[in-house]
Every structure is written in C-alpha cells, then in structure tokens.
C-alpha cells in the first residue's frame, strides 16, 4: 500500500512539473509576441514620423526590450512597413529542465 501512495504522488508531481513547465512556455510566448507587436507598432510609427531607419529601429527595440522580452531584430523595408524580432526566455527557473527560449516576429507598417 505504501508503494502505491509514494508511486501516486511520484506521478502527481511528474505531472505538475510538466504543467507548469507547459504555462511557462505558453506565457513567454505571448510575452514575446506582444513585445514584438509592439515594438513594431512603435518603429513603424516612427518612420511614418519621418525619423531615419536606425533611428526608428532603436526606438522599437527599447519598446521591446521595455516590455520584457529581448530585441532580436529589426527591419525597414522600402515601403516603410517594419518587422520586428523578439525573444523570451522561458523556464521555471529549477535546474536546466524546462527551459528554453522562444522566439516572435512582428510586422507593422502600410499593407504590401
């Protein structure tokens, strides 16, 4: 009987760890998309200002980097659409299980 309990809360705790390790994924996701939303939308809105490429790109990048996520990239096109990249970190913070980094891209700007 005791084996049965200990074997019981061996597999709750499996599944726990594998459920957090899940939502930590999915919220470093959407922190990473929206980062990388945003940041666009702020880049974008900083060439239809008129502020030159690099200038405009540093401004999206701190917006990006402002909102919890790591720049990791961005663009001009000739049309003045913009895209951005954005990087998260995700994990429990236990050991190197169930961590990773995930990765967004954004574009914002006039349709093509």
Known sequence: MTVVVVA???VALVLLWGGLALASAVIATHRARSAA???ALAAAQAVQRGVAAPEACAVGMSVTA???A????CVVAPDGSV?????????LGLYAAGSGTTT?????GPSP
């Open 70 to 73: 790591r720049p990791a990239g």
């Open 37 to 39: 939303d945003l940041g």
């Open 8 to 10: 019981a809360i061996g």
């Open 83 to 91: 895209t951005a990249r954005a990087t998260t970190r995700a994990g």
């Open 104 to 108: 967004a891209t954004a574009r914002a």
């Open 66 to 68: 402002r909102n919890g």
